[in-house]
């Protein structure tokens, strides 16, 4: 379907990202953004690189781009070192930032012509990659319209068809949803989606969303202050922490600080976090064991407000693993 020439030789290499202690600290403030991280992301593979403000993230995309020099470490991606062959890897991949500049008095068919140019595109071929990328994006109706007066979701689907202009083998994205309304959302999941499944493009995707993790990506890491805590594809995360989750409310903050340490005492300080006024449990089998802490609850005559049974969402993985790492959460703050 593409009218671009392989000049590129790009159905020729490889799609990979290999990450090896990679490590960056800024000399501001002698934050250290990255500590130590180390993932490999196979060819046609879509991984999503989740965590919370901070985390991180733009910090790892900007030295997978070539954008920033890590301080530690080593990358490679589509075979070649982020270091010593930037320009070989800028080749290869499309990003989009999660700050992108672009200039606001062109129109969206312009901005991507012009990005055409860049890639070597001659007159005719850019105007030919602009019409089926517009059209790919939906933004056919806006393309003669300013960029700067584009709504937040036009100027994501804009961002998106200009990192695919050079047909990317691998695809940076730094937080492409955030801010987006669902209908805008989905239609970048789909498109996301089609790209992986359809072109074999390799995803990297950052988010913050667990539910957007959760429904793309094959893989995820889970990144919290500079270090990965955890990797897996959804089911494993959801499995490394216990299949049910066991979720109480108490009538007072007291009672809930009483139950803790019961619960505590009987299921080890790391099962049992507190959080927004509720306990969690997580636990293999969650019928027998919330029968028993039930019943263990009554014989102490701590009065249970509600108990409620379900399976982890991402979100409570999240917070788990996120807990663990500061040694569980304690109760009664
Ligand atoms: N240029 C810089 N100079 C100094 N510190 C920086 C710089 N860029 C990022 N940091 C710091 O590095 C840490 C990681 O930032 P990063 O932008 O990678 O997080 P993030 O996971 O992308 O967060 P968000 O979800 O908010 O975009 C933060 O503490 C941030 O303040
Ligand atoms: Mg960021």
Redesign the pocket.
Known sequence: MTLMPNILGVKNMNGKIEVEHLSKT?K??N?Q??KDVSFTVDEGEFFAFL??????????VQILTTLLNATGGKATVAGHDVIREPEKVRKYIGVAL?ETGVDPDLTGREMIELQASIFGFDKSSAQARANELLNIVQLEEAAERRIGNYSGGMRRRLDLALTLVNEPKILFL??PTTGLDPSNRMAIWKELQRLNEELGTTIFL?T?YLEEADSLAHRISI?ND?EIVATGTPKELKAQIGNDLITFTFPSKDIQSQAATIMESYMGEKEVIEQNGKLLVYVDDGTKQMLELVRLLDQEQVEVETVNLSSPTLDDIFLKITAKEVGGVGHGE
């Open positions: 800024f501001k403030g934050v953004a990255v965590g919370p403000n901070g985390a991180g993230k733009s910090t790892t999660q730094d937080e950052t913050q990144i500079g």
